[in-house]
């Protein structure tokens, strides 16, 4: 009983001590990870009212069990009937779960549930490997005219897009798409704050969205352990304005193109 009381009260405190989810406030930076913490949340009250139940009834038992000293002890080989009963009961809490989870699944995982902008207008092709992340952005002002336009994109690359290592921009507030692949090994493309979590696998091109709520610097990580250098597998996501967006891949384009050389500076005597 006091454990169920210290579970209760850990519960109560850890968004207060940043304890809960990660991220500013413990709330999701996307508008599908809400969705997913809500389901999480929904778990939480479920095994908080089994776990609390259970115990106080433990408790009870015990506490009764030896206080009574006029009752003998009787040996029994249990209760079919509690048996069947607590065997249908979480079969029936986890066939719910398994349903009310499944539009939201099939909104993150089924391609034909994807926002129709999102898919048209993909935002990068980001390559996993030991032991960075690659970026491929398409040039600026690019417009895919249709979905065989983009497949051969990610199979041929243009002499017009931008490659980055280990930082994602994005624009806030719309759908954004990119398409994931492996290099060589697992690996798995994790953002906690954005709750986007997807298995790079080698020969297969996944793709992923989701839709940053607001401006900020996301984590990105690698989740597969893929080798000895797992651990520098650190990444960032740039979430910013549309704006803000358009002219961060104006100026890599800028940047990639710079030879070094300053047309302007006085020519030396040497």
Wanted: net charge negative; with cysteine.
């Amino acid at each position: 009983m006091f454990w169920a009381v210290v579970a209760v009260v850990l519960c109560l405190v850890a968004p207060s001590m940043n304890w809960w989810f990660p991220g500013n406030n413990a709330e999701a930076a996307s508008t599908l990870g809400t969705r997913i913490d809500d389901l999480f949340y929904l778990i939480l009250v479920i095994v908080t009212v089994t776990f609390v139940g259970t115990q106080i009834a433990l408790g009870y038992v015990l506490w009764k069990g030896a206080d009574n000293r006029d009752e003998k002890a009787h040996f029994t080989h249990g209760s079919h009937s509690l048996e069947v009963i607590w065997t249908i009961v979480p079969s029936g809490i986890l066939l719910f779960i398994a349903l009310y989870q499944m539009d939201v699944w099939a909104e993150y995982r089924v391609i034909s549930k994807f926002p129709a902008d999102a898919v048209a207008q993909p935002v990068a092709d980001v390559t996993a490997r030991q032991f960075e992340w690659r970026i491929r952005y398409p040039a600026p002002g690019r417009k895919f005219k249709s979905q065989a336009d983009i497949r051969k994109w990610l199979r041929v690359p243009e002499a017009g897009d931008l490659h980055y290592p280990n930082e994602l921009c994005v624009p806030t507030t719309r759908n954004v798409l990119f398409y994931l692949r492996s290099g060589d090994v697992q690996h798995a493309f994790f953002s906690p704050e954005l709750r986007v979590k997807q298995d790079a696998v080698p020969g297969k091109v996944i793709p992923v969205w989701f839709n940053a709520t607001k401006r900020g610097e996301y984590t990105l990580l690698c989740a597969e352990l893929c080798g000895w250098g797992h651990y520098k597998m650190k990444a960032r996501i740039l979430a910013v304005p549309e704006n803000e967006y358009r002219q961060y891949l104006l100026n890599l384009q800028k940047e990639l193109a710079d030879d070094g050389f300053d047309e302007d500076a006085p020519e030396s005597d040497e």
